[in-house]
């Protein structure tokens, strides 16, 4: 009980406070902004509670969809915003000598697939690839043997074509898009069912750069 | 010296703009542009957004320096790793005003004024970061965070 009075002032002062300046801030008075951007790299969350809420955002966006692919176009759409942001943050995050905004598609890709990567997954990607087919010169995989964020979905019978790492594959494009470089990026299963697989859940992001920006790449290689 | 600060967005839409004057040898923080002149802010600004696509792609550093100048208006660039540019128009203050004691002060090209430039848009990018971490806020949307402003409002007093 002894705690309840503070309760009521707080609450009563709050209000006050915001309608005055037309902004709320919290009681200590301390915003985001008051906060460093770097942080301590044990810091790590809880996994049981991202696969709750990952659970929950796959069936959110599972409402009201026709197919799989319109399905994995809202999971994509998801990551797309965090992708874009987690570049500023993390190039902010880096030593400043290497600070430098990625110029080309591989210094970007092996930002996507270190320094992102662990970011998210405390682990690089498994592979990098360029594709080896001369007619999609544009096009390029990133693997993840065991994606984090499938750890917990089970796929139902009739949805195989279905690879939550969509959203995975969202937070790619955000961070492509967002350095210039833009593209479409698509999550595709790999692994095979059989018995002995080692890596059942195999993931590929493919990552397919528009036409301009392959063009604009070879022009600035040359110059 | 004037400054006239302004954020670009990747489809080049102003995001955010502010205008103020130095602090730094007595001065009052208010921008002291030529009235007829002022309105050309904007303009001169955009019109460098040109140059700032070329050397944008020759250099992976942030802070792109100096990079252009229209008469007596000199543009500093940061570009963000969102290609996000924040440009600083900065015009030191018409030679007729004032005597010939400010020579080292007035030179807009020299390092120290380039330092302390980039002191300014480190700052400003810091709180640009974490102002764009709003769950809320999504790509080219105006910066209308008066936590935001103060704090570039800050950063202009403590370095310029």
Redesign the interface.
């Known amino acids: 009980m002894a705690s309840q009075p503070t309760k009521w002032a707080l609450g009563n002062q709050a209000p006050a406070r915001g309608s005055s ?3 709320r801030t919290p009681a200590n008075g301390k ?3 008051n ?1 460093p ?1 770097n942080r301590s790299r044990t810091q790590e969350l809880s996994q049981a509670s991202f696969a709750y809420l990952f659970g929950e955002m796959v069936s959110y966006a599972q409402r009201r969809v026709t197919d799989i692919q319109d399905l994995e176009k809202r999971l994509n759409n998801q990551g797309h ?1 965090i992708g ?2 987690l ?3 993390l ?2 995050r880096e030593p400043p000598r290497s ?5 080309n598609i591989i ?1 970007l890709l092996q930002f996507i697939t270190t320094v992102l990567w662990k970011h998210l997954f405390a682990r690089p990607a498994d592979a990098l690839e360029k594709s080896s087919n001369p007619e999609t010169p544009d096009e390029y995989m990133i693997t993840d043997n065991e994606p984090l964020v499938n750890q917990y979905i089970s796929v139902p019978k009739g949805m195989d074509q279905l690879n939550c790492a969509a959203f995975v594959a969202g937070v790619i494009e955000g961070a492509c898009d ?3 470089f833009a593209a479409r990026v698509t999550a595709h299963s790999m692994g095979t069912k059989t018995e002995g697989e080692l890596w059942p859940g195999k993931t590929i992001f493919l990552v397919k750069f528009q036409p301009e920006i392959v063009e ?1 790449e070879q022009f ?1 290689g040359k110059s | 010296m004037s400054y006239y600060f302004a954020i670009i967005g990747t489809q080049d839409n102003p995001l955010f703009e502010y205008e103020f004057g130095t602090s730094k040898q007595g001065g009052d923080g208010v921008a002291r542009f030529p009235e007829q002149a002022r309105h050309m802010n904007q303009f001169i600004v955009h019109g460098s957004l040109d140059i700032v696509e070329e050397v944008q792609w020759a250099n992976g550093s942030m802070y792109l320096k100096c990079i252009d100048r229209f008469y007596n208006n000199f543009v500093s660039c940061w570009m963000t790793g969102g290609n996000v540019k924040f440009l600083l128009l900065h015009a030191p203050s018409q030679p007729a005003a004032t005597t010939t004691t400010r020579t080292s002060i007035a030179n807009p090209t020299s390092p120290q004024t380039e330092e302390a430039i980039k002191q300014f848009f480190t700052e400003v990018y810091e709180n640009w970061i974490k102002a764009i971490m709003s769950p809320f806020y999504h790509v080219n949307m105006e910066a209308r965070s008066p936590i935001f402003r103060q704090r570039v409002v800050a950063a202009g007093k403590k370095y310029l």
Request: positive net charge; proline residues 7%.
């Open positions: 300046q037309g902004l915003t985001i902004y906060r951007l915003p874009l942001k570049l500023d943050l190039l902010y600070q430098l905004r990625p110029l210094a967002g350095a210039g604009r600035l």
